[in-house]
């Protein structure tokens, strides 16, 4: 089940890409990740507030909030980032660029979470790396 979890990530991911290139022109990049930033800030408490799921977050420990609140931190650097390369490169570029989190990913996953990683793994991820190379080195 978590690989069409996987694979719908990635179809709205693009989406997301090619939305936001056609929503940033003439806008400041921070402006608008600040207004998808609302847009998703609603969407989801939506679905938290239809699931009848707000009673677990008083079973968050202080070590889920500490990495969550961090994890939030991160993502809204990478949405600033990532806006603002879109609004400046062209999405073909930008989005590839962008997975290389995929790389890091699986070194950082390897490295803190101890992790396994399969030659299938470690082979694609050097595909990826090597993919990305490839267009930043596009003049």
Known sequence: MWKWYAILSAVFAALT??????????????????????????????????????????????????FLILSGAATGLSWLFYFKALQLGNASKVAPIDKMSVVFTIFLSFIILKEPVSWKVILGALLIAGGSLVILTDK
């Open 17 to 66: 890409a090619i939305f936001a290139k056609i929503g940033i022109k003439n806008v400041d990049s921070n402006v608008a990740t600040a207004i998808r930033t609302c847009v998703i800030l609603f969407i989801t408490w939506a679905i938290v507030l239809a699931g009848n799921e707000i009673g677990s977050i008083k079973t968050l420990t202080k070590t889920n909030w500490i």
